[in-house]
């Protein structure tokens, strides 16, 4: 539940004012939960800067990580980055960059081509692959009759 803060104007209307502080908070575990990574990840991710959770005092020498929904998108984007081949220290330089305003949207914009040309060549090659896969397993179940199937320059 979001925690609002009220005021009265001097002209009598109520307005709502969402502070960072009445953000909902999310302890690691919780985060884990939602997120579907490992806890040493998280950990891994936050000394990296990738992720930047609010910490308190509540646990001492170890403080508590309180982790929000941006959080959540942040983890999405780390794993759709790796997921298009690109390292944590790009996704971090790329992040950097965007929260710095030395990203405009010409260059994210070639960035996100580049990144929808990898996918394209991704799945070209799995489509071939399938197609060496599912002709091998033709091959075997006929006997294994004629020439084998072969990746390259299938038949």
Known sequence: ??????????????SVECTPQSRPWMLISEFVRRTGLARETVRYYVRFGLLRPQTTQKGGRH?????????VHCADVIRVGQALGLSLREIGELRKARRSGDLPRKKRL?????????????????????????????WQQHGEKGDEPMLAGMK
């Open 110 to 138: 070639v960035l996100m081509k580049d990144q929808l040309a990898r996918l394209e060549a991704k799945s070209a090659e799995l489509e071939r692959l399938k197609t060496y896969v599912r002709a091998k397993i033709a």
């Open 63 to 71: 403080p508590y990580f309180m982790f929000t929904e941006d959080d």
């Open 1 to 14: 539940m979001m925690l609002q803060s009220f005021d009265t104007n001097a002209a009598g209307v109520i």
